[in-house]
């Protein structure tokens, strides 16, 4: 079966710019994660949600981050006024069931650059 | 501050040997402790995953070594492979929380 997408891949942009990443969940899966790696980093918490509503948003480093889920299935991670520190790759992950109950399947992420 | 600690960062095996990877944590509320292996341009996989319940288990090459007391635990990757080369995560969750903590990571390569 299908596993976790994300798009774009790859995404330059200029500092000051506003981006979308999307992420298309497993088919099912009601928990949806995004978490940010940068370089020679584990990936980190961003934002969680279960169902349609961001259950858990405290890993988001401002308000220029905002994420939704209107129909409970795929995901949009929203950066304004860009910044060179948000340079890194986001990956969304989801699950079938929430924390330690199920096994998050990672999509390949997008590697975000601001320039 | 970074909950579940990893080393070490790089580590460089012969072919056939024994990898070994640490980690350590302090949070006693965490009940579920993931191995993820990542390749490059590629999104973490979970390779490996254990509860406190349990002092070991294994999967193929692959085992997990859990010491509750010592708030411990390592992968250990028996007969390495050069196809083993990758990055591996260990990772830590609670049954009450909804993300799983990263440690910084150890970049494995596997010489023929």
């Known amino acids: 079966g299908a596993g976790v997408s994300q798009t774009p891949s790859n995404k330059v942009t200029e500092k000051g710019k506003y981006v979308e990443l999307r992420c298309d969940p497993i088919?099912?899966?009601?928990?949806l994660y995004w978490y940010r790696q940068s370089l020679g980093q584990g990936p980190e918490f961003l934002i969680y949600f279960q169902g349609t509503g961001a259950a858990d948003d405290s890993g988001l480093p401002n308000d220029r981050f905002f994420a939704v889920r209107p129909e409970g299935s795929v995901s949009t991670l929203k950066i304004q006024r860009t910044e060179r520190g948000d340079s890194a790759v986001y990956l969304c992950a989801s699950s079938f069931l929430p924390g330690s109950g199920g096994e998050q399947y990672f999509g390949p992420g997008t590697r975000l650059t601001v320039t | 501050q970074q909950q579940v600690k990893q080393s070490p960062q790089s580590l460089i095996v012969q072919k056939g040997g024994i990898s070994i990877i640490n980690c350590a944590y302090e949070?006693?509320?965490?009940?579920?402790f993931p191995w993820y292996q990542q390749f490059p341009g590629k999104g973490p996989a979970l390779l490996i995953a254990i509860r406190p319940d349990v002092s070991e288990k294994k999967e193929g090459r692959f085992t997990i070594s859990f010491n509750k007391s010592a708030k411990q635990f390592s992968l250990h990757i028996m007969d390495s492979q050069p196809g083993d080369s990758a990055t591996y995560f260990c990772a830590a969750s609670t049954n009450t929380g909804n993300q799983f903590y990263f440690g910084t990571g150890t970049s494995l390569t596997v010489i023929p």
């Open positions: 949070n006693t509320a965490f009940d579920y």
């Open positions: 088919s099912g899966h009601t928990a």
